[in-house]
């Protein structure tokens, strides 16, 4: 149940994601484009954390090894390197050295985005979906 609940909300982050990603990528013209980007980009990792935690009590319910396997360390380094974006789109309004703090919340948000989609593939891989 707990895994389906991971699966569940997993998919739904991933979609937040792609559409907040694509926004700043293709709709940089629209005039709310940052607000969009910002809202949907929150929401994609506030999922992506509850589908995480949901991963993680499947593990401590069924007695397994954390982090054991080659999804379950992609798909933990893809939640740390979102939150770290996630931080860092927030700073890059008050830091001093604003020009370097987007160029790396630009990198660590391409490349979170296709640690996350490797992820979900991964996953369902292990499922025999893929
Ligand atoms: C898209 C992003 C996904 C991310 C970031 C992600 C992340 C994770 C993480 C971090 C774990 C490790 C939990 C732990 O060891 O404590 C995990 C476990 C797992 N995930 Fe995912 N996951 C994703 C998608 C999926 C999908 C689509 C499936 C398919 C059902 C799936 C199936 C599983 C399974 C079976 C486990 C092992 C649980 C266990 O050993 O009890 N994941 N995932
Ligand atoms: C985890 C969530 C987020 C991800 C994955 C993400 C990802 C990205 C990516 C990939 C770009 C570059 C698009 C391109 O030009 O190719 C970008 C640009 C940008 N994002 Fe985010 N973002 C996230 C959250 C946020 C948040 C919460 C804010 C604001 C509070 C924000 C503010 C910005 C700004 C200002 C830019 C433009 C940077 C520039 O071109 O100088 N982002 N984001």
């Not at 895994?3 to 982050?13: C, G």
């Amino acid at each position: 149940m707990l895994i389906v609940l991971h699966l569940v909300l997993m998919i739904a982050a991933v979609i937040c994601l792609i559409t907040g990603v694509g926004v700043a990528m293709f709709a940089r013209k629209r005039k709310n484009w940052l607000k969009l980007h910002k809202a949907i980009n929150t929401a994609g990792v506030i999922i992506g954390l509850a589908g995480a935690a949901m991963a993680f009590a499947n593990v401590v319910t069924s007695a397994g090894n954390h982090f054991s396997g080659l999804h379950q360390r992609v798909g933990l380094f893809a939640i740390l390197l979102f939150c770290f974006t996630l931080y860092l789109g927030f700073y890059s309004f008050k830091a001093a050295n604003k020009i370097a703090v987007r160029a790396t919340h630009r990198w660590s948000g391409r490349i979170s985005l296709i640690a996350m989609i490797t992820a979900l593939i991964l996953g369902l891989m292990m499922i025999g979906v893929l």
